[in-house]
């Protein structure tokens, strides 16, 4: 069964400092990954998306920057991180196909302070 | 402009108690509808995921319904739990060239005893 992993469930920041947050899925491949962030009582916002190595595709410009160095791993980074990067953040994959629905990781929550 | 509208934006019922949250989409042309249940603090879970070929999708005491013509969806509720306290949030897949996912806001659920 396919599973997906984020890693760190939590963290806390000074602002300006750098950011990494891992995702990775297990028992599928070729996945099609993407990442999410959710501020409070907010709606899900798609950062980024991926179809495959080394492809990156942004949604929205921000102080954020993905990669995708393994078929199986996402990163979402930042070099300097601001007040407004607090939020909680969201990796999912799906098929190949964009028919299927979308699974979730467990989520990092991200405070910028 | 693709946009996705949930309502009531939070409810509060008593465990036993029935509800029904709302949807309704602009998104066209229309390719799929999820719900899903997202508890505090983790990634949202697929409850149902209906076509455009389907009105009524069940998952236990949840029950989707989808009208395509006028663009609504239901989420409704039976029995409800304290379990059931969460976030629902609809989604919807729209085929426009590419595959686009819009995302709803969510409706708030607070099941109290």
């Known amino acids: 069964s396919q599973t997906i992993h984020q890693w760190p469930a939590t963290l806390v920041q000074p602002v300006g400092s750098p950011l990494s947050l891992e995702c990775t899925v297990e028992g599928t491949s070729n996945p099609n990954l993407y990442w999410y962030r959710q501020a409070a009582g907010r709606g899900l916002q798609l950062l980024f998306y991926?179809?495959?190595?080394?492809?990156i595709s942004s949604e929205v410009p921000q102080n954020l920057s993905a990669s995708r160095p393994q078929d199986r791993q996402f990163i979402l980074s930042s070099k300097k991180l601001l007040l407004s990067d607090s939020g909680f953040y969201l990796c999912a994959w799906t098929p190949t196909s964009s028919y299927n629905e979308q699974f979730f990781g467990p989520g990092t929550r991200l405070t910028v302070l | 402009k693709n946009q996705v509208e949930q309502s009531p934006q939070s409810l509060i019922i008593l465990e036993g108690k029935n509800c029904t949250l709302q949807c309704n989409y602009t998104v066209s042309p229309f390719s799929n509808l999820r719900w899903y249940k997202q508890d505090t603090g983790r990634g949202p879970v697929s409850l149902t995921i209906m076509t455009f070929s389907e009105n009524t999708k069940s998952n236990g005491r949840y029950t989707a319904t989808l009208d395509a013509d006028t663009k609504q969806s239901s989420l409704h509720i039976t029995a409800s739990q304290l379990s059931d306290s969460a976030s629902y949030i609809c989604?919807?897949?729209?085929?426009?060239?590419?595959?686009?996912?819009?995302f709803g806001a969510g409706t708030r659920l607070f099941v109290k005893a």
């Open positions: 991926s179809v495959g190595i080394g492809q």
């Open positions: 989604v919807v897949t729209g085929n426009t060239g590419g595959f686009k996912t819009i």
